[in-house]
């Protein structure tokens, strides 16, 4: 059973394009974190959420966390080629720190 | 910022070695450490927590005897990979957290691919 559910798993875009990620749990997180990946590297954070409800942005990405905690979601506006990459979220459940991870979004966007 | 180095990025060696990777804190010091395990285009695997001064923690299905964990000081945690086989093979990412920063996110390492051949 998969804890958080991430979908889609693939996406394949055009430049300038649209695109939302999702995160979808039925546990109630205290945190949770976004990560891009790029191949052969470590995922580098790119935003917590940590209050129900709470809106982040970064730049042309905009991260939603859940009004209960259980879902966030990852909105990339004009989408770029260099947005291409593994997204990951994770969230915390105040278990001594182990994040739970969604099975990864593989975003391509092509020129 | 808080950085995790791991070494080494890059193994190739035969089936039946022994490799270790090696995970530091670098500028922090972190009681916990996590190992992952990831496969080509798919998310993180979490194989263990490592303590430190006391024994790791397995998720299930993961072999201790297989994959020995150390976390001998605040800063350096040691995967080994007993007796890899090819199944083995697959990119290991630790990751850290300052221990005086509870609320605060994991910081990763680079990662190490490791090749059996």
């Known amino acids: 059973t998969q804890l958080l559910e991430q979908s889609p798993q693939f996406l394949s875009i055009q430049e300038g394009e649209n695109l939302t990620v999702y995160c979808n749990s039925s546990?109630?997180?205290?945190?949770l974190q976004w990560y891009r990946q790029e191949p052969g590297e470590g995922p580098v954070l790119l935003v917590t959420?940590?209050?129900?409800?709470e809106v982040k942005k970064l730049k042309r990405l905009t991260f939603q966390f859940g009004d209960a905690r259980k879902d966030s979601s990852l909105h990339i506006t004009a989408a770029q080629t260099g947005d291409t990459g593994l997204y990951l979220c994770?969230?915390?459940?105040?278990?001594?720190?182990?994040?739970?991870f969604g099975q990864g979004t593989e975003l391509s966007v092509k020129p | 910022g808080a950085v995790v180095s791991q070494h080494p990025s890059r193994v190739i060696c035969k089936s039946g070695t022994s490799v270790k990777i090696e995970c530091r804190s670098l500028?922090?010091?972190?009681?916990?450490m996590f190992w992952y395990r990831q496969f080509p285009k798919q998310s993180l695997m979490l194989m263990a927590t490592?303590?430190?001064?006391?024994?790791?923690?397995?998720e299930q299905g993961v072999e201790k005897d297989k994959f020995l964990i150390n976390h001998a000081s605040l800063t350096l945690s040691t995967l080994t990979v007993t007796s890899a086989h090819p199944e083995d093979s697959s990119f290991y990412i630790c990751?850290?957290?300052?221990?005086?920063?509870?609320?605060?996110?994991?910081?990763f390492g680079d990662g190490t691919r490791l090749s059996i051949l």
């Open positions: 990751s850290a957290r300052d221990r005086r920063l509870s609320n605060q996110p994991q910081h």
């Open positions: 546990s109630v997180f205290s945190s």
């Open positions: 959420v940590v209050t129900g409800g």
């Open positions: 994770a969230g915390d459940r105040n278990q001594g720190g182990k994040l739970i």
């Open positions: 500028d922090f010091q972190a009681t916990t």
């Open positions: 490592s303590n430190e001064g006391s024994k790791a923690t397995y």
